[in-house]
């Protein structure tokens, strides 16, 4: 199976803590494209990063890092000294190829809340 | 750059009315998808153009649903007649490049609530 999951489904931290959102894939590809999108109350999608499954080095961008681990099949998410504008959910997704198409599948997605 | 335009935002009507979304990608992307979100869930892909040509339709449900791409360019999907259980979102998103590699940028999405 193709599939994503988000053990989360809610987060509640108290601002400036920092937070770790899961994110557990199971795919046969060899080759496949994880990626986390942030979805704030106004709906809109955001991306967020893409990784390729033959890049293992963890990625930081400023208050966001990724720790990416083939021999979990975990993509984890963390964000650091969190703010309130933080507050969406988030999503995890792959890519897999299914009846012979490439197709995003998403997670159930983890909807985190940072109180001031 | 503009991104990913949808219309309109909210939309209600009653079951089996008709109703039908519109879509405008980012200038320049050949790829754009349709996507179901119901609440608490992730999108859900219904169909996907690579310019004009639906190429992967595997999960519309075609008995009601149909969507165009007539120019390459923007794109309207269309639900005929809708169903209470068809309330969810619709996003509209958008590629360059090869499908699954690159990242899409989504729109706002419709809120559609069928009565």
């Known amino acids: 199976a193709q599939k994503v999951t988000q053990a989360q489904t809610e987060i509640s931290v108290v601002e400036k803590e920092d937070v770790t959102l899961d994110c557990v894939y199971e795919?046969?590809?060899?080759?496949?494209?994880l990626f986390w999108y942030k979805q704030p109350p106004s709906g809109e999608l955001v991306f967020l990063i893409r990784?390729?499954?033959?890049?293992?080095q963890n990625e930081i961008s400023g208050r966001y890092s990724w720790n990416f681990q083939k021999s979990t099949s975990s993509f984890n998410f963390t964000i650091t000294a969190s703010q309130v504008v933080d507050s969406a959910v988030y999503f995890c997704?792959?890519?897999?190829?299914?009846?012979?198409?490439?197709?995003?599948?998403f997670g159930q997605g983890t909807r985190l809340t940072i109180n001031p | 750059e503009a991104g990913v335009v949808q219309s309109p935002r909210y939309k209600i009507i009653e079951k089996k009315q008709p109703v039908a979304f519109w879509c405008n990608p980012i200038s320049g992307h050949n790829t754009l998808y349709w996507y179901l979100q119901n609440l608490g869930q992730g999108p859900e892909l219904l169909i996907r153009?690579?310019?004009?040509?639906?190429?992967?339709d595997s999960q519309l449900p075609k008995d009601r649903f149909s969507a165009e791409r007539l120019k390459g360019v923007d794109s309207t999907l269309k639900i005929q007649p809708a169903e209470l259980g068809d309330s969810a979102v619709y996003l509209c998103?958008?590629?360059?490049?090869?499908?699954?590699?690159?990242?899409?940028?989504f729109g706002p999405g419709t809120r559609l609530t069928v009565l």
């Open positions: 997704a792959l890519t897999a190829l299914i009846q012979g198409a490439q197709k995003l599948v």
């Open positions: 795919t046969r590809d060899t080759t496949y494209y």
């Open positions: 153009y690579e310019n004009e040509e639906a190429v992967d």
């Open positions: 998103a958008s590629s360059s490049g090869l499908a699954g590699r690159n990242e899409q940028f």
């Open positions: 990784r390729n499954s033959f890049d293992e």
